[in-house]
């Protein structure tokens, strides 16, 4: 059976490492600012990237909700 958690984590790990490692800090506690700091990249940067993330998972799980 295909849960909604392992097609989240499915696309989640198909990702760059780009995306995949901020949206998990994200998802693990982190602030923006500190995965800015962490990764050595711009705020902005990081926001978008995370903000990708969210789209393409919102995407791909529409059918489960």
Do not use: C, W
Request: no cysteine; aromatic share 14%; charged share 25%.
């Amino acid at each position: 059976e295909i849960t909604m958690q392992g097609v989240f984590y499915g696309i989640v790990n198909a990702l760059p490492r780009e995306y995949k490692i901020p949206f998990s800090m994200h998802v693990s506690g982190f602030k923006y600012r500190e995965i800015a700091e962490k990764l050595g990249l711009p705020l902005g940067t990081v926001k978008s990237r995370i903000f990708f993330t969210r789209q393409r998972l919102q995407q791909e799980l529409k059918d489960f909700v």
